[in-house]
């Protein structure tokens, strides 16, 4: 598909800037119920949420890796629901949950949402893998103006079907604001765009996505527990389920 017809698809998605779900709440069940788990002291002078690594499966793991309890998120960096999360939830799942050592906690970004979202995605893999969770936090609590710089100017967009394909990314992090975006959170612009041309690596991530739809992951955010898909949407709907789980 065309360059700039991504954009326009991506532009339609993102107009309305509302703070609602992306897809109603995951069609399965509940945690099943299960006795209280112990706690997993970390390794001496640190806590399990420092603990990140990446995943085969192009995810961001914080946590203990051996926790009974398994919490992936699939999400999107341009979805106002999982920006919701974000500011509701991810602190206690890390501090409560995480540290705990008896749940763990992988981000998934499912590049859903066309160009902005692939660049966002592969933007928070441009550095170290630990900052990879406090920069998606950071995008989400600036979502509305990162959209609204990004699609500010549709003309210049469109014009990119025209520039190399390998210089398509590099251009569209010029055209939308994210290089100042990300060197004011520590990735210069000599790194972001080194990045943005890397088209092995954003290969990979739109091959991810590929992945995850074919696994049945078909909106934002989707929550699964130890490979059960939940009825979650919100901090309030998943934070009991963990607790049913044993996280408590």
């Known amino acids: 598909m065309p360059f700039s017809r991504l954009l326009a698809l991506a532009l339609a998605i993102a107009a309305p800037f509302a703070l609602a779900a992306c897809g109603d709440a995951a069609e399965s069940g509940t945690a099943t119920a ?20 990446t995943t085969e499966a192009g995810g961001f793991l914080v946590g203990n ?7 992936v998120e699939y999400g999107s960096l341009t979805c106002p629901a999982c920006a919701r999360f974000s500011m509701e939830g991810i602190q206690p ?31 928070i893999s441009c550095t170290s893998p630990e900052a990879a969770i406090p920069l998606a936090d950071q995008i989400w609590a600036n979502l509305v103006p990162i959209q609204q710089r990004a699609f500010a100017n549709q003309d ?10 390998d210089q398509r990314y590099v251009q569209f992090g010029q055209l939308t604001g994210l290089y100042d ?5 520590g990735i210069s612009e000599d790194q972001a765009r080194s990045c ?12 991810h996505s590929a992945d995850y739809s ?12 130890n490979g059960n898909k939940l009825e979650a949407s919100s901090w309030a709907e998943l934070e009991p389920q963990l607790q049913r789980a044993g996280a408590r």
């Open 214 to 225: 074919e696994d049945g992951i078909n909106q934002t955010p989707t929550f699964v527990l």
């Open 93 to 123: 799942l890390l501090n409560q949950y995480v540290d705990s050592g008896r749940v763990s906690f992988e981000f998934r970004s499912f590049v859903i949402h066309g160009p902005l979202d692939l660049a966002l995605t592969r933007m």
């Open 65 to 71: 890796p051996d926790a009974p309890l398994k919490l």
């Open 34 to 53: 299960g006795e209280p788990l112990p706690t997993v002291a970390a390794p001496a002078g640190t806590t399990w949420s420092q603990k990140v690594s």
């Open 181 to 185: 975006f990300f060197a004011a959170r």
């Open 156 to 165: 210049a967009l469109a014009g990119l079907d025209q520039v190399p394909a």
């Open 196 to 207: 943005m041309g890397d088209m092995a690596a954003l290969d990979r991530i739109s091959k």
